[in-house]
DNA sequence: CTAAATGCAAACATTTTGCACGTCG
DNA sequence: CGACGTGCAAAATGTTTGCATTTAG
């Protein structure tokens, strides 16, 4: 299926399938990450044929397994995905709109050296998150404010 | 009830209850984050009445509303709880054995600062955490493949 | 052809909700 | 006494699993 797209799936012994490129597709385009009911609705929308919700999170897992894609959870109950390829960053999440910001690495690395030598602790993965409101909220905030 | 312990619980608008108090000075005596099944647990244990699981996410939830408790996941899906009179602290946690260990605040600030400044985010709160090894899974593999 | 992947239904874990009853202040 | 808090049962949400069937390689 689909000869010349995403031929790396082979390579980590994955057969290609629709489900997995179409997702991978998808996440390819995505700005912010998702979790598995957004990319089954997406799916639903837009393409043909749906993938059933369990084979998403399957494909999610065995992509996370992999290191294909990264993992993790903003404070929702639910966790999100983005494509592991993605540069090291970390995200603005604003609490009263939802909207998720990147924003690119900060220096974290030296800190987690110091963590591996202080505490012997071997850093895999770390996650940050800074949680607040947004440009845009803070300026409907003001004008609402203001026009009383 | 209970007049002594536990007075600030009044002076957030909050009514004095055997529930309360006891999470509370639960939490109180805790080194690392809980999640709601913990609490369900350790009051079914120790206590003379159990608390109904309703009733603890509620607790939590209006804590959690009130400021007085801080809530997180950690790639487990699900939130844990601890006081949020704790100082200001992230956490190691091992993908091994699970174990969670705090580690002070690390100029984080700074980095808040810098993105209120250069992103006009208004930060209200933050997540860091470091997936890994602990020390002693580490001492453990060590131990393991040397003995092969 | 065979191992791997999927669909479906059912189970599971965590968290939330409606409503009647109980209790703090 | 009255608003607030709780217990119980049921539901909502996110995720996983067993099993029969399909499909990539």
Redesign the interface.
């Known amino acids: 299926m689909n000869s010349k797209q995403n031929t790396f799936l082979n390579a980590w012994g994955l057969k290609k399938t629709r489900g997995r490129i179409e997702i991978l597709n998808y996440l390819k385009r995505i700005s912010t990450p998702v979790d598995a009911s957004e990319i089954e609705s997406y799916l639903l929308e837009t393409k043909s044929t749906p993938i059933n919700t369990a084979t998403i999170y399957r494909i999610l897992s065995i992509l996370y397994k992999k290191g294909l894609v990264t993992?993790?959870?903003l404070?929702e109950?639910?966790?999100r995905y983005e494509l592991a390829s993605k540069p090291d960053h970390h995200h603005?999440i604003?609490?009263n709109c939802g909207s998720i910001?990147d924003?690119s690495d900060?220096n974290i690395k030296a800190?987690?050296k110091?963590?591996e030598k202080k505490?012997?602790?071997?850093?895999?993965?770390?996650?940050?998150?800074?949680?607040?409101?947004?440009?845009d909220c803070?300026r409907l905030e003001r004008q609402r404010l203001a026009g009383r």
């Open positions: 993992r993790f959870e404070q109950g639910k966790f603005l604003c609490k910001e924003i900060c800190l987690e110091d963590i505490k012997k602790f071997v850093v895999q993965s770390h996650s940050l998150e800074f949680f607040g409101v947004c440009p803070s």
